[in-house]
């Protein structure tokens, strides 16, 4: 993922979650004008700045390399991971969302 990609997940996934960009802002330790920046695109935020972004919505980015793998590896996954998606039922809501969030990305991503 780019970090242009990365900042689209955060903004797509705070709005799932309901959550306000202050409240994001400040448990991110941002100020709201800056994290407002962020979203806009008025400012890029730096690579540090995504991780707090990503742990103010409860999430821990790896920015580790991941192997790549054949079209139909990816499908296989995806499919497993839509199927544990779909199996949670006692999850808290937020998570529920947040993971719901992912499956769309990582969808969006097997297309491309």
């Known amino acids: 993922m780019t970090q242009q990609e990365i900042k689209a ?9 309901g959550l306000k960009q ?7 330790g941002v100020s709201p004008s800056t994290m407002s920046l962020w979203e806009s695109g008025g ?11 990503a742990l103010a919505l409860r ?10 793998f054949e079209d139909s590896e990816g499908a296989e996954r995806l499919s497993a991971i839509a199927a544990a998606v779909e199996a ?8 529920v969302r947040a ?3 992912l499956l769309d990305v990582l969808k969006f991503k097997a297309t491309k």
């Open 9 to 17: 997940f955060l903004i797509q996934l705070r709005i799932e979650l």
């Open 22 to 28: 202050e409240e994001v802002a400040k448990r991110a």
């Open 43 to 53: 400012r890029e935020p730096p690579l540090e700045a995504l991780e707090r972004w």
């Open 59 to 68: 999430i821990r980015l790896s920015l580790e390399p991941r192997p790549r």
């Open 88 to 95: 949670i039922e006692v999850a808290p809501l937020e998570e």
């Open 99 to 101: 993971l719901r969030v």
